[in-house]
């Protein structure tokens, strides 16, 4: 078991060649970054306006999420994620257009139809399950899903994300220790960027790393540079192998930085030092992304400055559609809530 982020962060001294990543598929990888920050800061903007009721960020997560989807197989594997999760989603087809329908709770919503917070997001034909408000409750959905993959002898992958505050909860360590217990093909994907809420890490566990506690539970661990593209990516790319290989789950242990508060209804002044809120500038993983890219001669300038504006450009045709866009008709308010008949 890797249980430091300096075993994992060697991993940026591959190149992009020997992890089977192509030049072209590193710029979209890159490009679906730029677009999740362009929707997320958006998002933010219109809960100013009064537009958007509730945000919670993945800003500062986007690098672990892009090259976790860049592991799977879009449309096969399974994604259960948490409400961070945009760049994950946006990077297996989501769209954001998808997304502000949901932020305006538009009847075309395809999380839910107009009936689910922000954030919570599905979409039925990229395989992303919607999950509940109680968090890490995804990790049993995605457990049973690997657990069906298994029992039907189908070739698919389940992934469920989390923050470090969600494995405090029971589910959790149910889901981990049924998938140990099975040798299932999941991953499970804890997106730690220190903070649960107010809480820091140091006062949630007693261990550095959550993926200490891998072997507990039987399985795979590694802890990675979450900010690293590339090393995420070989992180996924071993953990995914092994899952079809039948060689059973992997627990990641991805350190990542919160950019923002934990919400909007957060204030993260409040508990956070100003110098560990500066420090967070440095640690951006678009530009970080951004300079290895163009250190490596794959982004130019004027390529970079149309990524740029091309995502600010889908971002405000998103928004134009969605206000446009039917809210759900009232006579379907019981829709889904109870079963037919009853």
């Known amino acids: 078991m890797t249980d430091k982020p300096e075993a994992a962060t060697t991993e940026t001294q591959s190149t992009h060649a020997a992890l089977g990543l192509e030049p072209e598929k590193l710029v979209e990888m890159y490009r679906q970054m730029v677009l999740a920050r362009a929707i997320d800061r958006r998002m933010w903007v219109l809960n100013r306006q009064g537009k958007a009721p509730f945000v919670i960020s993945g800003q500062g997560h986007e690098a672990t999420q892009v090259a976790a989807a860049a592991a799977l197989r879009p449309g096969v594997d399974w994604l259960v994620p948490y409400y961070r999760d945009l760049a994950f ?52 959905h995605a457990a049973g899903i690997a657990y069906a993959a298994k029992v039907r002898g189908l070739d698919e992958v389940a992934v469920t994300c989390l923050g470090e505050g969600s494995t405090s909860e029971g589910d959790w360590h149910e889901g981990l220790n049924f998938a140990g217990v099975h040798k299932l093909p ?99 993983p678009i530009e970080r992304f951004r300079n290895h890219l163009q250190a490596e001669g794959l982004l ?37 809530v109870f079963a037919d008949g009853c």
């Open 89 to 140: 989603c946006i990077a297996l087809g989501l769209t954001p257009l998808d997304f502000m329908l949901s932020v305006y709770a538009r009847a075309d919503d395809p999380s839910s139809g107009g009936r689910q917070m922000p954030s919570h997001f599905g979409l039925k034909r990229a395989r992303i399950v919607t999950t509940s408000s109680v968090v890490a409750t995804q990790v049993i």
């Open 300 to 336: 130019g300038e004027e390529e970079d400055e149309r990524i740029q504006q091309n995502a600010a450009s889908e971002v405000d045709q998103a928004v134009q559609q969605a206000e446009a866009a039917a809210p759900p008709d009232p006579a379907n308010l019981e829709l889904h």
């Open 186 to 284: 999941f991953i499970c994907i804890v997106e730690d960027n220190d903070y649960a809420i107010s809480v820091p890490h140091r006062l949630q566990m007693g261990v550095d790393s959550v993926a200490r506690r891998a072997d507990g539970y039987g399985m795979a661990g590694d802890t990675v540079d979450g900010g690293d593209v590339l090393a995420v990516y070989a992180v996924m790319k071993r953990a995914v192998e092994r899952a079809r290989a039948g060689e059973g789950p992997t627990l990641v242990a991805a350190k990542v930085a919160r950019f923002t508060s934990h919400s909007s209804d957060d204030d993260q002044r409040r508990y956070r030092p100003q110098e560990e809120l500066e420090a967070l500038l440095r640690r951006d």
